[in-house]
Structure formats: C-alpha cells, structure tokens
C-alpha cells in the first residue's frame, strides 16, 4: 500500500522527528539538563513526589531494588529552560504509570543520564 504525503505533511513528520532528536540528546549530554536534573533530584531528597518511594536508605545505600528516578517534565513550555516547578520527580514505575506506559526495557536498572 502506496502511502501519498503531501510536502506539507513530510515537513510537519520531519519537524517532529527533529524535535525529538534534540530533545533526547539534550537529556542525554546537555551539562545544563544534568545540573538542573540534580538539583531537582537534591530538593526532591531523593525521593518520588508521587509514592515517596526513596532512591537511598536512612544510611545512603541504594535501596534493594535499585528503582531508578526520573525527572519527568510536567509541561514542554519552557523546553530547554525548565523552571524548578515544570519538573517533578518520579520513580520509574509512577513514571510509567504516568504515561500508561509498562515495556519492560523503561525499568532496566542503569542510569542513562551518567
């Protein structure tokens, strides 16, 4: 099946993948995401704003099941200048459960922004 796009809608699909591209390099390497990602991270202590799942124990060792947290944009409006009270932190299970996504390749233990 011939799918015909018009200019117009190749412009706006490649626009989009562009977008992404950028956004997820810019969670990947960007030194800005990671400080303003860590200082989310210090003032959350650690801890998910939703269940209050703890990434560390009372004496600083990772808990047993290693859960990672994210820091979960809660709007795009100021992408790439994110205000403190645009980002939250979440676990990666509220994190899923938040965008009613469960693959299992989401909760590998790793942190992709070291």
């Not at 209050?52 to 990672?68: L, P, Q, S, T, V």
């Not at 994210?70 to 965008?99: G, I, Q, S, W």
Request: charged fraction near 35%; aromatic fraction near 12%.
């Amino acid at each position: 099946m011939n799918v015909k796009l018009t200019p117009e809608e190749i412009d706006i699909i490649v626009d989009e993948r562009i977008r992404r591209i950028k956004y997820e390099a810019y969670l990947q390497y960007s030194p800005k995401w990671k400080r303003i990602r860590k200082l989310k991270l210090l003032n959350a202590d650690y801890a998910c704003e939703k269940c209050g799942y703890r990434m560390f124990d009372e004496i600083g060792e990772y808990n047993i099941d290693k859960r990672k947290l994210d820091v979960h944009h809660k709007t795009y409006e100021r992408l790439f200048n994110e205000l403190p009270d645009d980002l939250m932190v979440l676990c990666r299970k509220c994190h899923a459960e938040h965008h009613q996504i469960m693959q299992p390749e989401y909760f590998r233990i790793g942190d992709p922004y070291k």
